[in-house]
């Protein structure tokens, strides 16, 4: 008798806790979509951007349960405010390729998110004279562009999560190409603003 009573109690615990770990380590699908905001940074300010949207996709393994790697693909938008003269129309958008350790800290029934890496940024303004319709503009890229993040999650049952995040993506030490009205370009170094990322996100674990 008490051997059976012993076997149920074993199973029982184990059905109980099986859900918990698959959700808890396995291949995870992180999506957000929020605000893209400019940050000015040394010599690149931030005059005639303002805040407009950003996306956020990641694919990544939990291989413990509070920690991951994974690869982040960010694209954003800033709103470039008509202030070209002559007149013109300008847009602006940001993409960045990182790889990101993501760790996942217990808080009572809640997960704080903390994650960090370094990879591929771009920059690209693009600005066509409405009379002439002239293009010129500024592309600008780094392979090694660092990217901190902190957020904090909701947990919906053994596979699902939604939180907030916010990010912060440092474009340093890369190069760009600037073309002018006329089609004339030039390349080389200067700086270029950074990002602040803030996303509502989902999350999944399997």
Known sequence: MRRHVVLVMVVGV???????R???TG???R?????NTCLASNSASC?????????????GWRFVSWLGLYA????????????ASPAADVSLWTLSVVPMLRAFLPMG????????????ARTSLSVVARETREKGGLTWSSWFSPRVELGLDVPLGDTFAVG??????????GSGTYCFADGECHGGGGDVFDLVQVNAVVMATF
């Open 14 to 20: 184990a059905l109980g806790a099986g859900p918990t």
């Open 22 to 24: 698959a959700a808890e």
């Open 27 to 29: 291949f995870s699908v």
């Open 31 to 35: 999506a957000g979509v929020g605000t």
């Open 47 to 59: 005059d005639g951007f303002g805040t407009l949207v950003g996306t956020q996709a990641a694919l």
């Open 72 to 83: 982040d693909l960010n694209v954003g938008w800033l709103n470039a405010a008509d202030t």
């Open 109 to 120: 029934p809640l997960e704080l998110t903390a994650g960090m890496g370094a990879g591929y």
């Open 164 to 173: 907030v995040t916010g990010a912060m993506q440092f474009h340093r030490d």
